[in-house]
């Protein structure tokens, strides 16, 4: 079974890039604003900080995959620049987010099971809303069934949608906190301050995902997806 283990980094939009109308309802999205002019402004910086969450005031700062199978592990990392010059050095490229889209979307067609974690809530309507806004059509739908029982392939394995058994534990744990309660190395780092360190930092996600697919399809997993098992039904 040909499987691809993903990892999303965004980043905001400059607040200044934003027109007047979309800055007034993002400011206003709650029902009860602060009431004085430094409770305001540190409402908006707030807000400012967490445009990347959103597809529609955010953008991709990296993307990371990882071909179990075959080993292969490749993190995109985002260009402003028009032409951004492409590097191709152990595993990391640097592209335009469309092309970054473009391509991702191309090889994930080829996979039978792709692996996130909270890939549902992010990662996945991130990448399908960022194609459509540069006009680019996704190559396959992952997220039509939330149910593995009900999926087939491409079947998409949201591991924090597995262990918190599809939300039933509502506190929904953080990649670390898993990781720390199964012995498997955090990926968490100190704060990334260079395009090296961001790209470190992604890869280093993948990893933890990867580890931890292998420990859910080891001990968790429908029949389907355990070692030794493939091809099996549910």
Not at 200 to 223: E, F, I, M, N, S
């Amino acid at each position: 079974m040909s499987t691809l283990v993903i990892h999303l980094e965004s980043k905001g939009k400059k607040w200044s890039e934003l027109d007047d109308i979309t800055k007034h309802q993002l400011i206003n999205w709650f029902d009860h604003l602060p009431a004085t002019s430094d409770q305001r402004a540190q409402h908006q910086s707030e807000v400012e900080r967490n445009l990347k969450f959103s597809p529609l005031t955010g953008e991709i700062r990296s993307l990371g995959i990882y071909d179990i199978e075959r080993a292969l592990s490749t993190v995109y990392l985002t260009s402003d620049e028009a032409v951004p010059m492409v590097v191709e050095d152990g595993g990391r490229k640097v592209r335009h987010e469309a092309d970054v889209l473009c391509e991702f979307w191309q090889g994930v067609s080829q996979y039978q099971t792709v692996v996130t974690f909270s890939g549902r809530s992010f990662a996945l309507p991130f990448l399908v809303h960022r194609s459509l806004a540069y006009g680019i059509r996704p190559s396959v739908d992952l997220l039509r069934f939330r149910y593995l029982t009900q999926q087939v392939a491409p079947y998409h394995v949201d591991l924090q949608d597995q262990l918190t058994f599809y939300g039933a534990w509502r506190k929904r744990p953080s990649l670390h906190l898993l990781c720390q309660a199964y012995g498997i190395e955090s990926p968490i780092l100190d704060e990334e301050t260079t395009a090296e360190d961001f790209a470190v930092h992604t890869g280093r996600y993948v990893k933890t995902t990867t580890d931890l697919y292998h420990y859910w399809r080891t001990y968790l997993a429908p029949a389907q997806f355990r070692p030794g098992d493939e091809g099996l039904d549910f």
